[in-house]
């Protein structure tokens, strides 16, 4: 079955302007996380949605972060003001509940130029 | 704090020569133990769970052991197709937020023929 897929692969911004991220789930799965991956370091969690549940934010470094999700399905992941520290990968991952193994996307290369 | 430790950083190994990584952790309260590879330009993919010390599980030539403070993969006659980045994670029970995973830097594995 199909898997977790981000758009767009690549990104490249200049300094000040936003971006926007796309994530799309695995069909069914309740639970959508984003994580950053910056160069040499291991994967930070942002943000959390479960079902119609208020989203956990306690992950998002600043203000600048923000992300939204359509009921069970699609979500995007907003950068205002990009920043050159912002530059990562930035993964998305679903799981069908909570405690359940998560299954990553691809992930989005943003570089902040 | 939650945290989890990785080591050793970087493993190169022959083809053939078995050996074990390591993922020390420190959780309050220990949800899961999940371990997955993660190959350049993509995202992490899900090997396995482990929930409980004592608990094994084995997927072709990888077996994952947990104790009460850490985890072992243990790679039997590794191939070259084995060399990967494998990330070792936590989900904790209490505090904070209880659905994402806080992830180890990883241990970058190389298998020469």
């Known amino acids: 079955g199909a898997g977790v897929s981000q758009s767009p692969s690549n990104k490249v911004t200049e300094k000040g302007k936003d971006v926007e991220l796309r994530c799309d789930p695995i069909?069914?799965?309740?639970?959508l996380y984003w994580y950053r991956q910056r160069l040499g370091q291991g994967l930070e969690f942002l943000i959390y949605f479960q079902g119609n549940s208020a989203p956990d934010k306690s992950g998002l470094p600043s203000d600048r972060f923000s992300a939204e999700r359509t009921g069970e399905s699609v979500s995007t992941l907003t950068i205002q003001r990009t920043q050159q520290e912002d530059s990562a990968v930035y993964l998305c991952?679903?799981?069908?509940?909570?405690?359940?193994?998560?299954?990553f996307g691809p992930g989005t290369r943003l570089t902040v130029l | 704090e939650d945290q989890v430790t990785q080591s050793p950083e970087a493993l190169r190994l022959q083809e053939g020569e078995s050996s074990s990584l390591n993922c020390s952790y420190t959780?309050?309260?220990?949800?899961?133990l999940f371990w997955y590879r993660q190959d350049p330009g993509k995202g992490p993919e899900f090997l396995f769970t482990?929930?409980?010390a004592g608990e094994e599980k084995e997927k072709e030539r990888l077996k994952a052991t947990l104790t009460k403070k850490e985890s072992f993969l243990h790679i039997t006659a590794p191939k070259p197709e084995d060399s990967a980045t494998y990330l070792c994670a936590v989900q904790a029970g209490y505090g904070g937020s209880q659905g994402n995973l806080i992830f180890g830097k990883g241990t970058k594995l190389s298998v020469k023929p």
């Open positions: 482990l929930y409980s």
């Open positions: 959780v309050s309260g220990l949800r899961g």
């Open positions: 069909s069914g799965h309740t639970a």
């Open positions: 991952a679903s799981s069908l509940v909570p405690r359940n193994e998560q299954f």
